[in-house]
T-cell receptor, first 115, second 110 residues
Framework: DTAVSQTPKYLVTQMGNDKSIKCEQN?????MYWYKQDSKKFLKIMFS???????INETVPNRFSPKSPDKAHLNLHINSLELGDSAVYFC??????????????FGPGTRLLVL | EDKVVQSPLSLVVHEGDTVTLNCSYE??????LLWYKQEKKAPTFLFML????IEKKSGRLSSILDKKELFSILNITATQTGDSAVYLC??????????FGTGTRLKVLA
């Protein structure tokens, strides 16, 4: 069974479009994250939700809007896509804080290409 | 500002060589240091380090943390072509924050 899943795996779209990426984890974790990884493999945190509440919101354009309908899901909606948004977007989750492990479990990534 | 710096940025070795990857950091509220291996897809967890001087081992890989000098190393002995990957070092800071370095790209030639 997939622990952290993302859809779609690949997304090719035109500049100016609006798109969404979905993430689901079946690990029972409380905290979920979105990361952007550029072509040089730099992994940068974008957002984090703990139990449906936004707890980290890094310097990200407000065209990016996360939504967490429940603690197992964290979706990312992007408005007015730009060329610079092309990257791989990873979803990740971690157990409740105070747990023994702070290991992050990553989804397979969504490769976004904006033309 | 919290940051993680990895070196070297890339490395090419031959099978059987031993490699040492470095991770230095600055952080205001250190909780743990994490190493990940990333091949073609998602990063996969290798080690979590919280205490200085205690080596963690998994097969041919080992890692150690020095909280006084603010760095960690990841050693890989008897490298194999399957070790070719990007190795990411990350920190947890404060309650929820994760910060990653730019990674070291390792290529092992047969």
């Amino acid at each position: 069974d997939t622990a952290v899943s993302q859809t779609p795996k690949y997304l090719v779209t035109q500049m100016g479009n609006d798109k969404s990426i979905k993430c689901e984890q079946n690990l029972g974790h409380d905290t979920m994250y979105w990361y952007k990884q550029d072509s040089k493999k730099f992994l940068k945190i974008m957002f984090s939700y703990n139990n449906k509440e936004l707890i980290i919101n890094e310097t990200v354009p407000n065209r990016f809007s996360p939504k967490s309908p429940d603690k197992a899901h964290l979706n990312l909606h992007i408005n007015s896509l730009e060329l610079g948004d092309s990257a791989v977007y990873f979803c990740a989750s971690t157990p409740q804080r105070g747990a023994q492990s702070e290991t992050q479990y990553f989804g397979p990534g969504t490769r976004l290409l904006v033309l | 500002e919290d940051k993680v710096v990895q070196s070297p940025l890339s490395l090419v070795v031959h099978e059987g060589d031993t490699v040492t990857l470095n991770c230095s950091y600055e952080v205001t509220n250190f909780r743990s240091l994490l190493w990940y291996k990333q091949e073609k897809k998602a990063p996969t967890f290798l080690f979590m380090l919280t205490s200085s001087g205690i080596e963690k081992k998994s097969g041919r890989l080992s890692s150690i943390l020095d909280k006084k000098e603010l760095f960690s190393i990841l050693n890989i002995t008897a490298t194999q072509t399957g070790d070719s990957a990007v190795y990411l070092c990350g920190l947890t800071s404060g309650t929820y924050k994760y910060i990653f370095g730019t990674g070291t790209r390792l290529k092992v030639l047969a």
